[in-house]
């Protein structure tokens, strides 16, 4: 499921009890300053969550895929986004969900003081995890 702004609105407008209209103002002033920064060059961190930030990416020679021809690409600017601890520990929970195998709760490992590592799917039942080839 694909999640727009106005979900976004939606979902965090019920969770804290704040007008929708209040929290679309709010999630469009996130979303413009992160970029307009991110254009500057600034990297953001999100503690847990991840990190955005910009990198360069060299020109290249690439290949035109119908032709098969050789075409320079020039370099460009890309904004990429690497997951944090929580992020990944969360993907990985779900993952283990789906696989059929009991997830640890949330806060549980937190609490017990303990560092779980959750086995992916991957991990878990290769046979799963395959692509189907198309002809």
Do not use: L, Y
């Given at each position: 499921m694909t999640v727009t702004r106005r979900e976004l609105t939606l979902r965090i407008a019920g969770k804290l009890g704040m007008p929708p209209?209040?929290?679309?103002r709010i999630v469009e002033a996130l979303f413009e300053t992160l970029a307009n920064r991110l254009v500057e060059g600034e990297r953001w961190e999100f503690?847990?969550?991840?990190?955005?930030?910009?990198?360069?990416?060299?020109?290249?020679?690439?290949?035109?895929?119908?032709?098969?021809?050789?075409?320079?690409?020039?370099?460009?600017?890309?904004v990429v986004f690497q997951p944090g601890k929580f992020m990944k520990q969360e993907v990985a929970r779900w993952d283990a969900a789906v696989a059929g195998q009991q997830a640890v709760p949330n806060n549980q490992s937190q609490q017990n003081g303990e560092n779980r590592a959750t086995e992916t799917s991957a991990e878990a039942s290769p046979e799963t995890n395959r692509e189907q080839e198309t002809p």
């Open positions: 209209q209040d929290v679309a503690r847990g969550f991840g990190v955005f930030e910009v990198r360069e990416r060299a020109a290249r020679i690439g290949r035109n895929p119908r032709t098969g021809e050789t075409v320079p690409v020039p370099p460009r600017r890309a």
